[in-house]
């Protein structure tokens, strides 16, 4: 329509961050000075593309956040694939997930993704990681409860490509997080309770059997005071924002939080099982979910 409008390329990548900087008249091209995006007006009766031809350039420089590409050759394309694949990394991740999970996940999903894959099929897949890590987690033997560990480990960094594969096709459901979020306690739940059945076989002995049953209690309870607090504020089971809060916090309390991440944690227990150290693991679980229940619950009420 004749006015000014928001006019982008069919045939362009082009970063919604860099068009919500685009002021009047100002138009963004692509490294090799193409036009292929701008907020100009159109006169009537012309072309839109015409109209990109007249606006003024606005300067910023190609990054992961804003890039503006007309992929139209194997090299052009290949590049606007990299930086597809970049932009799906989140504010939310934590280290273990900037520096090892999502490089894995966008690499599958890069190649899921032409195949058809759906968010809903991944998520499927993944609860299969998690379902298997939590059933090889009951044996006694080292090596068992190591493949276990790795399940549970590639559980979490799959984790990530139903998102990913959401966010490159747009294909959201109303429901997509929360069935990711079910799947990871779920998943959360059968390696604990199952690691310390294993730990238990391993030693002959109850005690790792009482701490499952205390970790098992404990995170349902978090699950319960999480979901609860997340559906009622957001309407969604993305729970990442239950610890969301504007209040600064002192740096002990970053640390702690970013160990405590369920990234960061998996890979920790991951290390742990490696090493032997599972009887450890199962000793320390149930003073973890306490911890998390009675923090989950002072949350909850602020």
Same mark, same amino acid.
């Given at each position: +329509?004749?006015?000014?409008?928001?006019?982008?390329?069919?045939?362009?990548?082009?970063?919604?961050?860099?068009?919500?900087?685009?002021?009047?008249?100002?138009?963004?091209?692509? +490294?090799?000075?193409?036009?292929?995006?701008?907020?100009?007006?159109?006169?009537?009766?012309?072309?839109?593309?015409?109209?990109?031809?007249?606006?003024?350039?606005? +300067? =910023?420089?190609?990054?992961?956040?804003?890039?503006?590409?007309?992929?139209?050759?194997?090299?052009?394309?290949?590049?606007?694939?990299?930086?597809?694949?970049?932009?799906?990394?989140?504010?939310?991740?934590?280290?273990?997930?900037?520096?090892?999970?999502?490089?894995?996940?966008?690499?599958?999903?890069?190649?899921?993704? +032409?195949?058809?894959?759906?968010?809903?099929?991944?998520?499927?897949?993944?609860?299969?990681?998690? &379902?298997?890590?939590?059933?090889?987690?009951?044996?006694?033997?080292?090596?068992?409860?190591?493949?276990?560990?790795?399940?549970?480990?590639?559980?979490?960094?799959?984790?990530?490509?139903?998102?990913?594969?959401?966010?490159?096709?747009?294909? =959201?459901?109303?429901?997509?997080?929360?069935?990711?979020?079910?799947?990871?306690?779920?998943?959360?739940?059968?390696?604990?309770?199952?690691?310390?059945?294993?730990?238990?076989?391993?030693?002959?002995?109850?005690?790792?059997?009482?701490?499952?049953?205390?970790?098992?209690?404990?995170? &349902?309870?978090?699950?319960?005071?999480?979901?609860?607090?997340?559906?009622?504020?957001?309407?969604?089971?993305?729970?990442?924002?239950?610890?969301?809060?504007?209040?600064?916090?002192?740096?002990?309390?970053?640390? &702690?939080?970013?160990?405590?991440?369920?990234?960061? =944690?998996?890979?920790?227990? =991951?290390?742990?099982?490696?090493?032997?150290?599972?009887?450890?693991?199962?000793?320390?679980?149930?003073?973890?979910?306490?911890?998390?229940?009675?923090?989950?619950?002072?949350?909850?009420?602020?």
């Amino acid at each position: +329509p004749a006015g000014l409008s928001l006019v982008i390329r069919a045939d362009a990548l082009v970063s919604a961050e860099l068009l919500k900087r685009l002021a009047p008249g100002e138009v963004v091209a692509d +490294p090799y000075g193409v036009p292929v995006a701008g907020l100009v007006t159109v006169a009537a009766g012309e072309s839109p593309l015409a109209a990109l031809d007249r606006g003024r350039a606005h +300067p =910023f420089a190609q990054d992961g956040r804003l890039y503006a590409q007309l992929p139209d050759d194997p090299a052009t394309t290949k590049t606007a694939r990299r930086t597809l694949l970049r932009g799906l990394t989140k504010p939310q991740d934590g280290p273990a997930s900037r520096h090892l999970n999502r490089k894995v996940s966008t690499w599958v999903t890069a190649r899921i993704v +032409p195949l058809g894959a759906t968010p809903t099929m991944v998520t499927v897949v993944v609860a299969l990681f998690g &379902l298997a890590g939590g059933w090889f987690a009951t044996s006694p033997e080292w090596a068992v409860q190591v493949f276990a560990a790795f399940l549970y480990q590639m559980h979490s960094i799959l984790d990530g490509c139903d998102g990913e594969i959401a966010r490159l096709t747009k294909n =959201f459901s109303k429901h997509g997080a929360l069935l990711d979020s079910v799947v990871d306690d779920v998943s959360n739940m059968l390696f604990f309770v199952g690691l310390s059945v294993g730990v238990h076989r391993a030693l002959d002995t109850a005690w790792p059997l009482w701490f499952g049953a205390v970790t098992a209690v404990g995170y &349902l309870g978090i699950t319960f005071i999480q979901f609860k607090k997340v559906l009622r504020e957001t309407g969604t089971g993305f729970k990442a924002t239950f610890w969301d809060t504007a209040k600064p916090r002192p740096l002990w309390y970053r640390v &702690l939080h970013a160990s405590l991440r369920r990234d960061v =944690f998996i890979l920790i227990c =991951f290390a742990l099982v490696l090493v032997g150290a599972a009887p450890a693991l199962v000793a320390i679980m149930p003073f973890a979910a306490v911890g998390t229940l009675v923090a989950s619950f002072r949350r909850a009420g602020q």
